[in-house]
């Protein structure tokens, strides 16, 4: 485990992954398939899903500066991941911090974790210089739809895309800016959330 987290919270403190960690992530991904289900309709190959967690990255051409792969351990059950989550900095534009994956375990909805976290991470990026963030909700997923309107996420536009086998599905785009920002100024630097785009 790596000497120092990243960031905490009263209870769970959030590190990098590392490859000592791909069993936990493989058990995470074991014991909570549904977003997987939900995205693809199908249960997750562990080893693969490892894989992807910890190595995907955004297209070179958005210009990013740095990916994180993080996960939160709680202090009472420090043995086993409690969330992960894959945020990058400076997407398409300085500043930008896109959210490409937020997932807390089943078994822990409804106990306050996921709020809690998302406004330590939300500020922890804002000290690193982001001051707008975006990331992506499926249709149907009203959990989800929920979770970002309540902290102050909005729709810029909506895009088709295609999960890793195949499957079709309907994103909405949502923003939120850390500082003030115009929907028509945030299209401005982020063109492809604009719905003229293509």
């Known amino acids: 485990m790596n000497p120092e987290p990243d960031f905490s919270l009263t209870d769970a403190v ?3 992954a590392t490859e000592v960690d791909r069993p936990a992530l493989a058990a995470f991904c074991r014991d909570n398939p ?5 995205l693809t309709g199908e249960v997750p190959d562990e080893v693969e899903w490892v894989e992807d967690f910890m190595t995907d990255l955004p297209p070179a051409s958005f210009n990013w500066t740095n990916t994180h792969k993080l996960i939160a351990r709680r202090h009472q059950d420090p043995n086993t991941i ?6 990058t900095e400076d997407m398409i534009d300085k500043g930008v911090g ?7 375990a089943t078994a822990l909805h409804g106990s ?6 998302y406004q330590v991470l939300e500020d922890w990026l804002a000290s690193r210089g982001t001051d707008v963030l975006r990331l ?14 309540r902290h102050g996420y909005l729709e810029t536009r909506r895009r088709q895309g295609t999960a890793p086998n195949g499957k079709t599905h309907l994103s909405y785009v949502m923003y939120k800016p850390l500082k003030p920002l115009t929907l028509g100024a945030y299209r401005l630097r982020v063109p492809r959330d604009d719905p003229k785009s293509v």
């Open 14 to 16: 959030i590190w990098t």
């Open 34 to 38: 549904e977003y997987d289900l939900f």
């Open 82 to 87: 409690a969330a992960i989550l894959d945020v």
């Open 98 to 104: 896109h959210i490409g994956l937020f997932q807390v």
């Open 112 to 117: 306050g974790l996921a709020h809690e976290l």
């Open 136 to 149: 992506g909700v499926l249709d149907g997923n009203a959990r989800g739809m929920a979770f970002w309107t």
